[in-house]
């Protein structure tokens, strides 16, 4: 079957660093999506990767290896805006998005 | 980016009577749509998949006779939740894409609570 695994909730404190690790198994691989997500609100598009290696944009980075089956979502600088659940989504072989559960992110002053 | 509208942002109605949440792409063509469910503290869940012009496909569970999805033109679906239960009550989201292939833009979802 196919599988997103991320951890379910994760705290970090304003200013600092945080990584959400997402690990994978699909039917086939067209590329690995992170969407922010506010309570009450529908997600927002964060960072697409389809090759491996790292993605920067602004405070946030995605890392990418289709060996390991392996991303991970990097927040810098932390705000408490960042207070948020993040989705890994993969594309399979069929252009279908398998959505993880979520990471529930839970910035402290 | 690309913007996507939904509506009615919430709606309450009763038990029996049906609904029908609108989902427009507002600056792009959208040949594929799609509809979601989530419930509280759960990810999102994919009902169906539509293409304009042709019929929705349906999550395995999805009931297509209540859960009516019409996507008539590039920039509008329609999803009709028929003779409405209360565990029908959920956020549905739309999202939209250019590509079947590519990123999908979701709308701002609707709060359905069935009453």
């Known amino acids: 079957g196919q599988n997103i695994d991320q951890p379910t909730e994760m705290t970090a404190t304003e200013g600092a660093i945080v990584q959400i690790n997402c690990t994978y198994q699909?039917?086939?691989?067209?590329?690995l999506f992170w969407y922010q997500q506010h309570a009450g609100e529908a997600p927002t598009f964060l960072s697409y990767?389809?090759l491996d290696g790292l993605e920067e944009k602004g405070r946030f980075s995605s890392f990418l290896s289709r060996s390991k089956g392996y991303s991970y979502l990097l927040l810098k600088e932390l705000q408490m805006k960042d207070s948020a659940s993040y989705l890994c989504a993969v594309m399979d072989s069929n252009y279908q998005l398998i959505w993880g559960a979520g990471t529930k992110l839970i910035i402290k002053p | 980016g690309a913007v996507v509208s939904q509506h009615p942002s919430w709606v309450i109605c009763k038990s029996g009577t049906s609904v029908k949440i609108e989902c427009r792409s507002l600056?792009?063509?959208?040949?594929?749509m799609f509809w979601y469910r989530q419930f509280p503290k759960q990810s999102l869940m994919l009902m169906a998949t539509s293409n304009e012009g042709s019929k929705a496909t349906y999550e395995q569970g999805v009931e297509k006779d209540k859960f009516l999805i019409n996507h008539a033109s590039l920039t509008l679906s329609t999803l009709t939740v028929t003779s409405a239960h209360p565990e029908d009550s959920s956020f549905y989201i739309c999202?939209?894409?250019?590509?079947?292939?590519?990123?999908?833009?979701f709308g701002p979802g609707t709060r359905l609570t069935v009453t």
């Open positions: 990767n389809v």
């Open positions: 999202s939209a894409s250019g590509r079947a292939d590519y990123e999908q833009y």
């Open positions: 600056d792009f063509q959208a040949t594929t």
């Open positions: 699909t039917s086939g691989f067209n590329g």
